[in-house]
């Protein structure tokens, strides 16, 4: 009975000790708060002065520039024409590393050998007539990546274009005959058929 009593005792004593030291140590929390700021990266694009970040779908309208042929009327289409159309892309308020992908297709079914075939991103201090860099064109696709340099004080992305080439093509490999080719000058004049091609531009951030 005693050890019973010596073992409620002890029982009793270590809970009030717990109790006391709670009491003793809620007396040191203190209540801190604070404001914390952060700014988030900036993710705006412009292509051609619109913004195609805002809206899940932008239209935007490309004119075409279709080289002078002295056996060509100017501004028109045919067999060896070649041309080419400016896509002007404005990343400066881009805080982060990014993808762009643009998908080009010609919709004039009716003229499988006009082309697609080569781009070139223009430089900065670029004139009309120099030389360029070109790049072919594979599956109708212009994917690239820009990275972000951290590293640089003060650094953005600057605004840049692409330029696009497009030729009606006249070779071994062609797949018009001479015959298509009076075909569709003979459908231009009953119907004014005019050259529509479609550039789907997508952007993605990098995130690793």
Not at 120 to 134: H, K, M, Q, R, T
Request: charged fraction near 20%.
């Amino acid at each position: 009975m005693l050890k019973k009593a010596k073992i409620l005792l002890l029982t009793i004593s270590l809970t009030t000790c717990l109790g006391l030291m709670s009491s003793t140590y809620s007396r040191y929390v203190a209540s801190a708060q604070s404001d914390i700021e952060a700014q988030f990266s900036k993710w705006q694009i412009l292509v051609d002065s619109i913004d195609v970040t805002s809206n899940s779908q932008s239209s935007i309208n490309i004119s075409p520039i279709i080289e002078e042929n002295e056996f060509i009327a100017s501004n028109t289409i045919a067999p060896s024409s070649t041309g080419y159309f400016d896509i002007i892309i404005d990343p400066t308020n881009v805080d982060v590393s990014f993808n762009y992908n643009i998908a080009l297709n010609v919709l004039n079914e009716n003229i499988p050998d006009l082309l697609i075939s080569k781009y070139a991103i223009l430089p900065d201090n670029y004139i009309e007539g120099d030389s360029l860099v070109f790049t072919p064109i594979v599956d109708s696709n212009i994917s690239n990546s820009l990275l972000f340099n951290k590293n640089e004080a003060g650094y953005t992305f600057d605004p840049f274009t692409i330029r696009i080439y497009f030729e009606w093509f006249e070779g071994t490999n062609e797949i018009m005959n001479d015959e298509d080719d009076a075909n569709i000058g003979t459908l231009a004049v009953n119907e004014n058929t005019v050259l529509e091609m479609n550039a789907d531009i997508t952007f993605e951030q990098i995130i690793e």
